[in-house]
Structures are given as structure tokens and as C-alpha cells.
């Protein structure tokens, strides 16, 4: 799986629930350039993040998930 799937739909999701970046990060306690790098597809998600981001965001971490992955 290519790391910048979960960006771009953490990104796509952060927007359209209307965070900033800045927002979002000191929300989950985490730095604005982490997050970014998250967003641009630099670091691979853990499993507890996507938990909280979708938690804050109020989706299912299922919809976080490239569509291509969920049919594995």
C-alpha cells in the first residue's frame, strides 16, 4: 500500500469537516509538520492515530481506508 492513499483521504476528510492543519494537529497532541507528513504520504499512519483522527473527525476509520485496501 502507498503511504500518500492515507494522506490524501486524512487530508480529504480533515477539510471537509473543516480543520486546518493546525487545528487537527493540536487536537491529537502532535506537531503540524508530523501531521504533514502524514498528509503528503512521508510517514505511514499507526493504527492508533487513524483511531483518534477518526474519532475527532466522528467517521468510522473505515472510511479513512484507500478502497483498493478494503478489498484485501
Known amino acids: 500500500m502507498e503511504t500518500d492513499k492515507w494522506g490524501r483521504r486524512i487530508r480529504a476528510f480533515r477539510k471537509l469537516k473543516g ?5 487537527l494537529a493540536r487536537n491529537l497532541k502532535i506537531s503540524v509538520s508530523i501531521l504533514g ?4 504520504g512521508s510517514r505511514l499512519p499507526t493504527e492508533s492515530f ?3 483522527v477518526a474519532t475527532l473527525l466522528e467517521i468510522k476509520v473505515d472510511e479513512l481506508t484507500p478502497p483498493e ?3 484485501e
Open 50 to 52: 487513524l483511531k483518534e
Open 19 to 23: 480543520y486546518t492543519q493546525e487545528e
Open 37 to 40: 507528513e502524514i498528509e503528503r
Open 69 to 71: 485496501d478494503l478489498n
